[in-house]
């Protein structure tokens, strides 16, 4: 009687545990390192070319990164024709990144391979903005709610 009844309190706590860190854990990565006014070195990017650039750090095994697309497609669309950069940059091989990202519908994005660690970021995705000096201005981090996706818009295009 008495293992039985441990048996049951035992599975009751780790089916709460699991409940708890499954359903109810926030959808978002940690938190990057504090970034803003750092200086981000990317090769091949002269930041004075544009007012802004805006870095998408993915990853294509990020399920955050793809559930995201749709506003990335809607950044590519609201940046034509703005003097506003917009690079994605993943730690893949640069034609695996692009394949991923075509499947997902982002087609007209540059894409470049650094490691996360070179952008000062810890988590997927994480969106950096930066100045024509190379230093980052904003950052979100994660799957973004809508007022964050339009914070974004706003901060890019003002």
């Known amino acids: 009687m008495f293992i039985s009844i441990s048996i049951l309190v035992l599975s009751v706590f780790v089916s709460e545990l699991l409940i708890h860190k499954y359903i109810f854990s926030s959808s978002n990565p940690p938190e990057p390192i504090k970034t803003t ?5 990317l090769s091949d990017i002269n930041w004075s070319e544009q007012s802004k ?3 998408v750090a993915l990853d294509i095994n990020c399920r955050f990164c793809n559930e995201s697309a749709p506003f990335y497609k809607h950044l590519i669309e609201t ?3 703005k003097n506003v950069k917009l690079i994605a940059v993943l730690p893949s091989d ?5 394949t991923h990202l075509n499947k997902l519908g982002l087609v007209d994005i540059e894409v470049k391979q650094a490691a996360l660690d070179d952008l000062q970021v810890n988590g997927t995705p994480t969106l950096l903005l930066v100045n024509d000096k190379g230093e980052v201005t904003n950052y979100w981090v994660g799957k973004l709610p809508l007022n964050k996706q339009a ?7 003002s």
């Open 37 to 41: 006014n750092k200086q981000i070195t």
């Open 94 to 98: 640069i034609q695996e990144s692009r």
């Open 79 to 81: 940046l034509k024709g």
């Open 53 to 55: 650039t805006l870095i």
């Open 151 to 157: 914070e974004v818009i706003n901060k890019i295009t």
